[in-house]
Nanobody, 119 residues
Framework: QVQLVESGGGLVQPGGSLRLSCAAS????????MAWYRQAPGKEREAVAH???????TYADSAKGRFTISRDNAKNTVDLQMNDLKPEDTAVYYC?????????????WGQGTQVTVSS
């Protein structure tokens, strides 16, 4: 199995910055992609940023120009640098990993970390 541990959420004022981190551990042979999703109250979970092995990152329109996803393949970590945060960015942010294990390939989710943007 794969364990994902997220950190870095919190309360920030509009215009501020936060950096989310996610570390994957377990019986991982390789990681195909890593991503961040978010879910605001009363809304569906949505993709924020995605980075696949050998490909350029992709971003939701709402994140372009403000968020940057980065990955450390050696450490199996993925970060999300969020700048110029807006109240509409308030949500629980989830790390997602598609990993290859010995016998299966699966999607795994972190427990979520709360980001609140408010003055």
């Amino acid at each position: 199995q794969v364990q994902l541990v997220e950190s870095g959420g919190g309360l920030v004022q509009p215009g501020g910055s936060l950096r989310l981190s996610c570390a994957a551990s377990g019986s991982i042979v390789s990681i195909l992609h890593m991503a961040w999703y978010r879910q605001a109250p009363g809304k569906e979970r949505e993709a924020v940023a995605h980075i696949s092995t050998g490909s350029s990152p992709t971003y939701a329109d709402s994140a372009k120009g403000r968020f940057t996803i980065s990955r450390d393949n050696a450490k199996n970590t993925v970060d999300l640098q969020m700048n110029d945060l807006k109240p509409e960015d308030t949500a629980v942010y989830y790390c997602n990993v598609r990993a290859v294990l010995l016998y299966i390939t699966g999607d795994y989710w972190g427990q979520g970390t709360q980001v609140t943007v408010s003055s």
